[in-house]
């Protein structure tokens, strides 16, 4: 099992989710940096948070000012490709992070997804739907996509979700 | 053959393949942002969004255009969390 670092927007999503708990099947330890705590205020998320910071299997991640820096770059790069979503500076400080420690990005983040794949090449960034194919492939969940879509008022594409569930036919009959 | 022939026959099909890909891989990072902002405009609650005062209401007009949770939680001056309550009542989804 590898370990993440989460920002913001994973987290606040995740946590409305009543499997949340499995997250810890798929990362051994998640990151949590000190600037994403500020962000956090409603007691379903902030008492996760620190249930799981309790039992260490969530920690903070310091406030480094060569990451600082460096996400600041990351940000003013991420404006040039005009063509895509720009990073923001919490996901951008994740994605420094995850570069220097070897961690993947948890992060619901449009930009911080698609940068992966034309900006930061070397970092992996999973979004609430890879986690959960993640899980489905260990034999943990069975149908929690649906699910995880009501529970949080989250809308997974359709194209990502026909690619893992295409040849499930209750699953068409109900997102038809 | 020497290696110059093998170049000249080899170098335009890598280069349209090569180009193909990257075309697709763009293509379809703006498709999921177009679509995306779709789905978060046609679903959203427009008489709740419209009944707030108007730095919320500015907040959640920035989120359904760019779906970005952070500017619009500085829109708004709340913090992320409050700002992820705000998009759920107002029954706009977090599309990605």
Partial sequence: MSISIADSSFLIDWARFSKRGLLFDVFQAIFVPETVMAELKTELVLSWIIDALSLQKMMLFPDIPELRAAALNLVVESRRYSYLKSLDYPEAYCIVAARANGYTVLSENGGAYLAQFFTVKDVKVWRAFEVLVELLRLGKIVKDFLKYQEETNHKFPKRDLEKVLGGNKDYKRKHD | ?96
């Avoid at chain 2, 703006?30 to 707030?52: G, T, V």
């Avoid at chain 2, 760019?66 to 913090?79: F, H, K």
Wanted: aromatic fraction near 10%; avoid cysteine.
């Fill in chain 2, 1 to 96: 053959m020497s290696a110059f022939t093998l170049f000249k026959m080899l170098a335009p099909k890598t280069f349209i393949v090569v180009k193909t890909i990257i075309f697709v891989d763009l293509l379809e990072a703006k498709q999921r942002l177009e679509e995306a902002k779709e789905q978060r405009k046609k679903s959203a609650d427009w008489s709740f969004i419209e009944s707030l005062p108007p730095k919320l209401k500015a907040a959640l007009k920035y989120y359904i255009e760019e779906g970005d949770l952070y500017v619009a939680s500085r829109i708004a001056g709340v913090t992320m969390d409050e700002m992820n309550e705000l998009r759920i009542k107002a029954k706009i989804p977090s599309v990605n």
